[in-house]
């Protein structure tokens, strides 16, 4: 409903039927009703079930986003860890569309997004972690061997914290684990949960190191700054 503002002369602002008052430079304007439109072509709905399903994922496992994505948007921006989470996977195949059947009708093909593990990245930054690092589950128990934490190389420091994160689709969750550092995480255990639902009770396992003080390191031109992460490394899945 429009009104007048007496402040405006007299002049009309706000909806009339179909159409908007406004006041520009001293002159009443009417403008058309905008009607927003809300398109729901095959593609439009695909990019938005891909949105969502990327978003829901990044709560599920927002603690580790959190700590592994902290440093990546730039200082200033409004750019979230989980935002920074969503954009780095988007488009390096972490998120699949699979076709179902053919509806009854025949009229459409239905599908959804699903996730492909060993190509979602948790962690991203400078830091350096070698691709020989493996994981195995026995007993209730996950272990992970690091044979070699490479601190010879320029983007590896002593201080530079393990992080191990458990990702469980069957219960919608996920478990983060901090690990020894770097120089004495050759072999560590962490305990799984005991809760196993079924056949399908699969958790999927990754790791990168992160660093945990501020320093200048002998072999580095950059300093070593607390929370830069690795790119995180998919250690394989597991049955609980």
Excluded at 23 to 39: A, C, E, H, M
Excluded at 172 to 179: A, D, E, K, V
Excluded at 205 to 214: H, I, L, N, P, S
Aim: charged share 25%.
């Amino acid at each position: 409903m429009s009104h007048t503002d007496r402040r405006l002369l007299g002049f009309e602002h706000g909806k009339i039927g179909d159409r908007i008052a406004v006041v520009l430079n001293g002159k009443q304007i009417y403008k058309s009703l905008y009607k927003p439109t809300n398109p729901r072509t095959p593609k439009q709905q695909m990019h938005r079930a891909k949105l969502a399903f990327a978003n829901k994922l990044s709560k599920v496992l927002d603690e580790a986003v959190n700590l592994g994505f902290a440093t990546v948007p730039k200082k200033g921006s409004a750019q979230s860890p989980r935002n920074a989470f969503v954009k780095k996977n988007w488009n390096n195949g972490a998120l699949e569309w699979m076709e179902s059947e053919q509806s009854l009708t025949g009229e459409e093909l239905h599908g959804n997004w699903v996730l492909c593990p060993e190509k979602l990245c948790l962690a991203d930054g400078p830091r350096y972690i070698g691709s020989d690092m493996t994981a195995d589950v026995c007993d209730g128990r996950l272990h992970i061997s690091c044979p070699n934490p490479r601190l010879d190389e320029s983007h590896a420091v002593d201080d530079d914290q393990l992080m191990v994160a458990v990702y469980r689709p069957a219960m919608n969750t996920s478990y983060l684990y901090r690990g020894p550092m770097r120089n004495k995480c050759s072999e560590c255990n962490f305990d799984l949960p005991s809760d196993a639902v079924g056949d399908d009770d699969t958790v999927h396992v990754y790791a990168w190191f992160q660093a945990t003080v501020f320093h200048r390191a002998a072999n580095l031109k950059t300093a070593v700054r607390p929370g830069q992460a690795s790119p995180s490394l998919y250690l394989g899945s597991f049955i609980l």
